[in-house]
């Protein structure tokens, strides 16, 4: 899967149908207690985070998945994915490279180990995992949205988070299930958060702690 994928650029010239996520984890049971998920099971998770999704994203949407998307074999790809409403642009998570498999790409509009894409004339850094410096990062002109540290509103965060907590400028923002009440969240509510956090000179952690 590595050698099938690069880097790529994308220019969106509107914003009203963009939606971005990331580590929905579908069918990964320890994760419910890692992050303290509001399910009693694997499978109540699995079907509340795709109704979620298809409540808040319609089959013509563009959604960018941030990596981590399922834990478990083909069956459960199969299963799962179909499901799910949109055209869903991959970049891949630290799980992705061992589950995700080139069968599945028909699932995805396209896959890439990170992406830079532009919407509405704003340049966006897509990434799994939050990267320590990107260029536009000191006068907030290009934003980095990322997943893979669970930031959540109600557990206590691991070293991962912790470390992300000290360095965030407010032009990143943590687009995970995990924080945006298990669903997709749209590019126009995403702008009012950042503009808000460049506006107060405040990173997302600051602004909800």
């Given at each position: 899967?590595?050698?099938?994928?690069?880097?790529?650029?994308?220019?969106?010239?509107?914003?009203?149908?963009?939606?971005?996520?990331s580590?929905?984890?579908?069918?990964?049971?320890?994760?419910?207690?890692?992050?303290?998920?509001?399910?009693?099971?694997?499978?109540?998770?699995?079907?509340?985070?795709?109704?979620?999704?298809?409540?808040?994203?319609?089959?013509?949407?563009?959604?960018?998945?941030?990596?981590?998307?399922?834990?478990?074999?083909s069956?459960?790809?199969?299963?799962?994915?179909?499901?799910?409403?949109?055209?869903?642009?991959?970049?891949?998570?630290?799980?992705?490279?061992?589950?995700?498999?080139p069968?599945?790409?028909?699932?995805?509009?396209?896959?890439?180990?990170?992406?830079?894409?532009?919407?509405?004339?704003?340049?966006?850094?897509?990434?799994h995992?939050?990267?320590?410096?990107?260029?536009?990062?000191?006068?907030?002109r290009?934003?980095?949205?990322?997943?893979?540290?669970?930031?959540?509103?109600?557990?206590?965060q691991?070293?991962?988070?912790?470390?992300?907590?000290?360095?965030?400028?407010?032009?990143?923002?943590?687009?995970?299930?995990?924080?945006?009440?298990?669903?997709?969240?749209?590019?126009?509510?995403?702008?009012?958060?950042?503009?808000?956090?460049?506006?107060?000179?405040?990173?997302?952690?600051?602004?909800?702690?």
């Amino acid at each position: 899967m590595q050698d099938e994928v690069r880097d790529k650029n994308y220019a969106f010239q509107s914003s009203k149908n963009i939606f971005f996520t990331s580590d929905t984890h579908f069918g990964h049971q320890n994760i419910i207690r890692y992050c303290d998920r509001p399910f009693e099971s694997v499978d109540e998770m699995n079907k509340e985070i795709v109704k979620r999704w298809n409540e808040t994203v319609k089959p013509d949407d563009i959604v960018f998945h941030l990596g981590d998307v399922v834990f478990g074999g083909s069956g459960l790809f199969e299963e799962i994915l179909p499901q799910l409403n949109g055209q869903i642009y991959l970049v891949l998570g630290n799980h992705d490279y061992k589950n995700v498999r080139p069968a599945y790409r028909k699932y995805f509009k396209d896959v890439h180990p990170k992406m830079f894409i532009s919407v509405d004339g704003q340049p966006i850094i897509l990434n799994h995992e939050p990267l320590l410096c990107f260029g536009g990062q000191m006068n907030n002109r290009i934003w980095q949205l990322f997943g893979h540290v669970h930031t959540s509103h109600s557990k206590s965060q691991g070293a991962d988070f912790q470390l992300v907590s000290k360095m965030c400028t407010p032009s990143m923002y943590d687009v995970g299930v995990d924080f945006n009440d298990y669903k997709p969240i749209k590019y126009q509510e995403l702008k009012q958060k950042i503009d808000e956090q460049i506006k107060t000179n405040r990173n997302y952690i600051q602004c909800w702690m």
